[in-house]
């Protein structure tokens, strides 16, 4: 019997997509997702209760198996209509159908990508294009498929997708040599419906002053470009040769406990993992030392604006989880090389056209790992140092999505923290330009190479369960106080205010303020410094979106426009940029829609989203993999605890450690 937040298993979906296709008979059925629709929070909550106090029995009621189904139908006119089904699986029916209607467009599948190529290769509008070009022997063209980003007002609501376009040197016969060294100056349009490619859009190829029309490029227009290959093998100097082995060694094994399909006990903590096709993986009912802290957590959305304002590069804006699903993209984690030391997978299942389901293996790997001192103190007077490592337990997920890689990463730790990590890596987004020039929308990194300047904002969707679901937000600052003789003789004093978020709202970083935000419960207060439980965190003061805020980048990512939202939780409210980001012209149903219905959120069932980024502005040592770029957002408990929760970790000397042979560390000569 599966636990309600346990993945669908195969044959799970399989009955789904069944229910789907007796459903339609007499019609053609494309299917996208296939997935577990979690239960409502009401039934959820109630059964958690029970399981955590140990009355769970073999007849304890339990919320239905059910299934998200996401699927084209396609008529007799040959243009599919987008549906949404959730199906009872364990009764084999529908219990809710809705026609989404065209005004809407499903995430696109990688089924979808391959289309993509394959009308391209047959496209004459496509290979003239190509002959515009004289490329050098054992060059061969690839295609690199991308969202189309908003729809511009002269194109038709029709679902469109746009191709990227290379050339590879095949010379050296790898067919992992880097072909985001020569790019193209064309951009294939497809109809997704007509399977054709309508049209060739013409970027500019200039640098500053050339204007945002004008295509100045040469016949040979990959000449004057050069390799940038990053696979060992093709590299011209080859690796370096003075790297020793450096291993994570668990001889004991290690100190996770993994049950029930889902269920991760790690020291104190007690949570579950989840895995679905548009977060990746998420993480439920997270429980340290028999206190709830967390209901859900999970990576909500990202976008990736592009700030090149010329035609078509001005549509260049992806959602990374809305438009694709970062499940659906999410690698197979290779033994030793992504995660280190003792590690546990995690399979997740994916849905093929047809609707046949299959495992993705090794989505999730969890694994221990030393970060450093956790906390130290040396008493002087004896000699005596205490030292505690800060060892973290990690849930990670990888996605790669054309030329770019995420790293995701919950990271628990022994003292009652949790810090969600992001990294992006991979490599840059690159468009022509002529030789010699040089550009104000990004940065020349090779030659022929404009890597574009962008920016990658994510959004964490924290459903904070601070000893119980009735919870509230206050936002902390910090302020100076002017010297007076009654409060501030001296002047040293400064005051903390904390102000309760009443209504659903949006709050902006102020590190000059150190404006922190903390979920409290404020039935439940600390008898010890008399103030509400709760968990905090700082807003990281990132960049949030540059674009105009009339243009359709921004009105198609209005949460991407302020650091920290607070909602009231509503089942399936998941999605911080709308649940339909492809071709969207405006968020939906995304965040700034839940705040402006004004709920309010004292002492409720609430919902804290944080927005953090990077402003990407390309660098020559981005190129041509671009070194791991990290924010992390720390979640840590404030006031939850009577002392530090990790004051009873041990102590303890690592014997492998050895002093460095003398070698290694002569003295040099000046």
């Known amino acids: 019997m599966h636990h309600p937040l346990a993945n669908l298993s195969l044959d799970e979906t399989n009955v789904a997509r069944d229910v789907i296709l007796e459903a339609y008979p ?139 376009i290379f050339a590879q040197d095949t010379r050296s016969g790898n067919p992992d040599s880097n072909f985001y060294a020569y790019p193209l100056p064309i951009i294939p349009v497809m109809d997704a419906h007509k399977r054709e490619i309508i049209r060739i859009d013409r970027p500019a190829t200039g640098g500053k002053g050339d204007g945002l029309t004008q295509q100045t ?149 969890l694994h221990e790992q030393d970060n450093g001192i956790g906390w130290k103190h040396t008493n002087w007077r004896t000699g005596r140092a205490v030292v505690v490592r800060n060892r973290e337990l990690v849930v990670q997920f990888i996605v790669t999505l054309a030329n770019y890689e995420y790293i995701f990463a919950y990271k628990f730790d022994q003292a009652g923290g949790i810090t969600v990590e992001a990294r992006a890596t991979g490599i840059l987004s690159v468009v022509s330009i002529d030789p010699g020039k040089r550009s104000d929308y990004g940065n020349v990194v090779s030659n022929g190479v404009l890597a574009q300047n962008h920016q990658h904002i994510f959004c964490v969707r924290i459903d904070p369960a601070i000893d119980g679901h009735e919870n509230t937000v206050y936002v902390e600052e910090s302020h100076p106080v002017k010297m007076n003789q009654a409060t501030n003789p001296a002047g040293n004093f400064y005051e903390v205010r904390k102000t309760p978020v009443e209504r659903a709202t949006w709050v902006d970083a102020a590190p000059e303020l150190n404006r922190v935000i903390k979920m409290v419960n404020t039935n439940k207060i600390n008898p010890i410094s008399g103030n509400p439980v709760g968990y905090k965190f700082a807003p990281l003061a990132t960049q949030l979106l540059l674009a105009d805020p009339e243009s359709t980048q921004a009105r198609r990512a209005q949460f991407a426009q ?62 041509p993999v671009m070194p791991v770029e990290t924010y992390q957002l720390m979640i840590r408990p404030a006031d939850f605890f009577l002392e530090n929760p990790s004051i009873d970790v041990p102590s303890s000397k690592n014997l492998s450690s050895t002093l460095a042979p003398s070698d290694c560390c002569t003295k040099s000569n000046l």
């Open 562 to 623: 302020h650091h920290v939202w607070v909602t009231k939780y509503r089942d399936g409210e998941l999605y911080a940029g709308g649940r339909y980001t492809l071709q969207s012209q405006s968020e939906v149903d995304g965040v700034s829609d839940a705040v402006k219905r004004g709920d309010l959120v004292q002492n409720e069932d609430i919902v804290v989203w944080s927005v953090f980024g990077i402003t990407h502005n390309p660098r020559i040592e981005d190129w």
């Open 217 to 365: 490029f040469r016949r040979d227009i990959i000449s004057h470009c050069k390799p940038a290959e990053y696979v060992p093998e093709l590299l011209e100097k080859g690796t370096r040769k003075d790297l020793k082995p450096l291993n994570v060694l668990q001889p004991e094994g290690p100190s996770f406990r993994v049950s029930d399909e889902s269920l991760v006990q790690w020291q104190k903590w007690r949570f579950r993992v989840g895995f679905n096709p548009r977060e990746g993986a998420t993480i439920h009912d997270v429980w340290y030392d028999g206190r709830s802290v967390i209901y859900r957590l999970s990576i909500s959305e990202m976008t990736v604006p592009y700030a090149d304002p010329r035609p078509p590069y001005h549509r260049k804006q992806a959602f990374d989880f809305g438009d694709g699903g970062a499940g659906n993209c999410a690698n197979n984690l290779a033994l030793g090389c992504d995660c280190l030391g003792v590690i546990k997978y995690f399979d997740g299942v994916v849905t093929d056209s047809d609707g046949t389901s299959k495992v993705s293996p090794n989505v999730v790997c």
């Open 26 to 164: 007499d019609q053609v059925i494309f299917f996208r997702e296939i997935f577990l629709q979690e239960p409502p929070k009401a039934e959820l909550t109630k059964f958690l209760a029970l399981e955590h106090s140990g009355r769970l029995s073999s007849t304890t009621p339990r919320p239905a198996r059910l299934a998200k189904c996401q699927y084209d139908v396609i008529g007799s006119d040959k243009v599919p209509e987008y549906h949404e089904s959730i199906v009872d699986v364990g009764k084999r029916q529908h219990v809710h159908h809705v026609v989404v209607g065209k005004h809407h467009h499903a995430s696109l599948t990688l089924a979808e990508f391959d289309i993509l190529v394959e009308v391209c290769k047959s496209s004459p509008l496509f290979q003239e294009a190509l002959a515009e070009f004289k490329l050098p022997d054992g060059f061969e063209i690839v295609i690199d498929p991308w969202p189309y980003g908003p729809l511009d007002r002269t194109d038709e609501d029709r679902r469109y997708f746009q191709g990227l």
